[in-house]
């Protein structure tokens, strides 16, 4: 014990503390040791002054039990001891012979207090050296990861340089003359096919009513579904025709709305012939376009640098993932574990 009292309340740094814990092993083994030694020989002591008892062939008297429970014991181990204890001075209770064995197996009480403090203290100094390992194991992988975490944040500094000066080029090539023309001229071809396709759609949409009764996979159908689509390729105009007959049919049948009856006679030839030209032309501006653009030295090079933008930002996300794997878990628990554990052998954790 004077070993424990001689560090009582000692400062300690988590750097010295295994030097200490190793010192405070190797004499609590130097004091187990003896503390067996002595309890084994007050042991063989008892077994010597029971077999005395043992007279006469009386095997099965308390103090031949008592014999034969000590000599098939598992000698030395604190837990085994103080079960047989309890059970030995419980017998004790209803026997002849139970005074004087009671007082021979009161005698190995005190050394057997002595073992199973002994051993409790290893226990402990033997859980303290586990968490110290842990904590060393802890503290490797995060000075690993600080070394590694330096290097993503140096790769990630180059990295968004990089996409700067790439997103920099970008806009510069977005504000020249040339890129400014070619926007400017889609859009305006945009915009005029966008009002031709939504001339078309006011033409047709009063009659979709009528073109729902029209058969699956014939012309007025297609017009149902999508008149701008279907005009496009109707460059005879045989949607006047069908339609005229669709609605003559289903006058047959009864009268027809009068909005149906105005929206058929709406699809005339004046009207939608120079819609379907119209169309067509825009279409073919937009192609030429589009060939011109594709063409364009610094639309090419706006592709490019785009592809490597997007290269660098891939490499940026993963270095990035890659930091926030970096993170050690647990190294405060096993911290707090520490100066709980330490705290009884008399150090505090500084």
Known sequence: MAIWQRLFKKRVSQEELPLHIAELRSGEARAADEARQEFLQDVARAKSELAEMVTGGAQHSLAGMVLGRLSGIELGNGTDMSAFMREMLELCEHSAQGPRVRRIVLRLEPKLAVLRESEERAAVLEEVTRALEQKRQVEAVRKAGEARRAEIDAMLAEVTVQIEDLLARKAELQESEAYVRLRDEARRVSGVRERIEAEIRAVFGPARELFLRAKEGSVLAKYRDNPVAALASDFSLRVIKEAQELAASARADGPLDARLLAAVAGLREDVLGPLVHRYAAVRRVQKQLREEILQSEIVRELDVLMGNVREREGVRDRLVAEREKLAVQG????????????????????
Do not use: M, S, T, Y
């Open 331 to 350: 190294e405060r628990e096993i911290d707090e574990r520490l100066r709980a554990l330490v705290r009884p052998l008399g150090f505090v954790l500084v």
